[in-house]
């Protein structure tokens, strides 16, 4: 497909357009087009996917099919107590509400319609397990893996995954993949699975500018690129709006710069009928927001995609939009760890679940000392880093693992089996200690606090029992830890195997919770609580119906995908109506 803003004319006329294209606003666009809507996507990078296209894209929307199908129990009323112990009074219930009730019909819309298609896991609970109305499985789902070459010329639109979340130069892994790689030399079936993938990664490296098996985020956004084109949906990129069309309190288009390989610029204005969208992800690169918001959150620790610069915000708030307040945080948060890679450019690795919260893992700040949870979700982790840091040094905070960890879990961009060490420790991303003074010294902590921590936590290990953080006290958190463990408790294993390791940990924010402020349909709402007619917010342009919390995996590309479906809806209405 030509994604040119020059195949439009000057002053063209749409039904809509949308700006961003990760999965909220392709949620929109998608919605809007299988309606039958002539719909211009517009992205202000080069690569379609935002951070939807870099990430797990777990959606969590409760009471889809599929979710109901691996647990009938569940019900409304069930997510909205959950909900309402977890958020309470920090999110709107009416747009929580909303979102409970639209989410099955937005995901039951694209299943039926587009090539979107999801899948569930039999063990997927939600973060803050511990509260009544959680549920073990069902409300998280997953995009199916898809084959990349239906895609065609059109597949290098697709945003590359994180380079450190693929292996053998590209290769792209979902947790499926992962259980049968690590056991690839235990049984048939896992090794006949190794095989096959590890085939055709190959024979795509020889016939493919990049891998084709996509998984997770590639997988969720090619499906919808891919549907979308099928559906004669028009999309432009390196393209930024640089003003919203607006009379009165109605805004009737936008204005659109589009930046050509060679420097010049090609500007149109484009007239909707419908409105317009804003999914640009959010304020977490803008250049004076961040500061205000994340004081002391360097944008280096930051994981989501480039292109959330905050500017298409900014064309709301002049057009009268305001910004929501009342949250728990303004963004959502995980422990990162970053290095330089051989291009200069920073890898920052999110610390997700796959090492932080295993046995033979600990956290400790400057002072050598725990002061968390670690077996606690990412953003209360993220938190409990910065909270802490306001009396105690804890930016950086040291993972610490010994060397049995180590070869089963990996470390943050380690991969598990305890080899290939040797750049890590070069670099200074892996630091290393044959006892745990000499692991100290380089950390530049407490020999004897380390030793204390470390002492204490290891009866607490042996004992199955963390009497100091209570880890491991939730089905979440026993999720998250190792079920072949041979110890008491899931999460905790002690540390005694040297040489012990450790990986610096910073606090990133992985997307934004503070945006726009909406009602119901997705409508953006100005200083006087009055929809401006014709603009919407989705994604983490919006304010978060979560509140800053994050109860749950998915909790933004599930409301994303839900709003995005709702502001098609209302927009592709509006539009029919000036039909008549």
């Avoid at 899948?119 to 509260?131: A, F, N």
């Avoid at 610069?309 to 057009?319: E, I, M, P, V, Y």
């Avoid at 380089?442 to 921590?453: G, S």
Wanted: contains cysteine; proline residues 5%.
């Amino acid at each position: 497909m030509t994604t040119d803003l020059s195949q439009f004319k000057d002053h063209d006329t749409v039904d809509l357009v949308v700006i961003g294209s990760g999965g909220a606003g392709f949620s929109a666009a998608l919605n809007a087009a299988i309606d039958g809507a002539r719909v211009l996507l517009v992205e202000r990078m080069a690569h379609v996917g935002g951070t939807t296209a870099l990430s797990a894209a777990t959606t969590w929307v409760p009471g889809t099919q599929r979710g109901l199908a691996v647990n009938p129990d569940d019900t409304p009323e069930r997510v909205a107590t959950f909900l309402n112990l977890a958020v309470g009074e920090r999110s709107d219930a009416k747009l929580r509400q909303a979102f409970i009730d639209n989410g099955p019909h937005a995901v039951a819309k694209l299943e039926a319609n587009s090539a979107l298609q999801f899948q569930v896991r039999m063990l997927h609970p939600d973060y803050l397990s511990e509260l009544e109305g959680s549920v073990l499985r069902g409300r998280a789902i997953e995009p199916q893996p898809f084959d990349g070459k239906l895609l065609g010329p059109n597949l290098p639109l697709v945003r590359n995954p994180i380079p450190e979340f693929t292996v053998l130069g590209g290769m792209m892994v979902d947790r499926d993949d992962i259980f049968h790689l690590l056991r690839l030399t235990e049984t048939w079936k896992s090794f006949s699975y190794s095989v096959r993938i590890i085939v055709r990664h190959f024979l795509d490296k020889l016939l493919h500018p990049r891998s084709t098996r996509l998984v997770m985020g590639n997988a969720m956004i090619a499906r919808m690129l891919y549907s979308y084109i099928q559906r004669q949906g028009m999309l432009v990129t390196n393209t930024e709006a640089t003003q919203l069309l607006q009379d009165g309190n109605t805004i009737q288009g936008v204005a659109l710069q589009q930046t050509l390989p060679d420097g010049s610029m090609v500007k149109r204005t484009v007239h909707s009928k419908g409105g317009v969208v804003m999914a640009s992800g959010g304020f977490n690169r803008h250049t004076t927001r961040r500061a205000d918001m994340l004081p002391g959150a360097k944008e280096a620790w930051c994981p989501a995609g480039p292109g959330h610069t905050g500017k298409a915000q900014d064309l709301a708030l002049q057009a009268g939009g305001q910004l929501g307040s009342g949250g728990l945080s303004h963004a959502f948060w995980a422990p990162v760890s970053t290095r330089q890679r051989a291009d200069g450019s920073i890898a920052v690795f999110p610390h997700f679940v796959m090492d932080r919260g295993k046995p033979g893992m600990l956290t400790v700040d400057s002072q050598g000392q725990r002061y968390l949870n670690e077996s606690t979700s990412y953003h209360l982790f993220g938190i409990a880093m910065q909270a802490h840091h306001a009396t105690t040094p804890s930016v950086p905070s040291w993972l610490v693992c010994d060397a049995g960890a180590l070869k089963r879990y990996g470390i943050g961009m380690v991969r598990p089996g305890g080899k290939g060490l040797e750049p890590f420790l070069a670099d200074g991303y892996l630091k290393q200690g044959k006892t745990l003074a000499e692991l100290a010294q380089q950390l530049n902590v407490p020999t004897d606090k380390l030793k204390a921590t470390i002492d204490r936590f290891n009866t607490f290990a042996d004992n199955g029992v963390d009497e100091d953080f209570q880890r491991g006290t939730t089905d979440y958190q026993r999720a998250n830890g190792d079920a072949t463990w041979h110890g008491p408790n899931p999460c905790l294993g002690a540390l005694r195997d040297g040489p012990f390791y450790a990986v610096a940990l910073y606090p990133g924010d992985i997307g934004a919770a503070t945006g726009l402020l909406t009602d119901g349909d997705a409508r953006v709402l100005n200083a006087q609580g009055v929809a401006i007619d014709g603009l919407y917010a989705a994604g983490n342009d919006m304010h978060s119906v979560m509140g800053g919390v994050y109860p749950a995996p998915g909790i933004t590309i599930g409301p994303g995908v839900t709003f995005g479906y709702l502001a098609a809806k209302h927009a592709v209405a509006r539009s029919r109506a000036s039909h008549t």
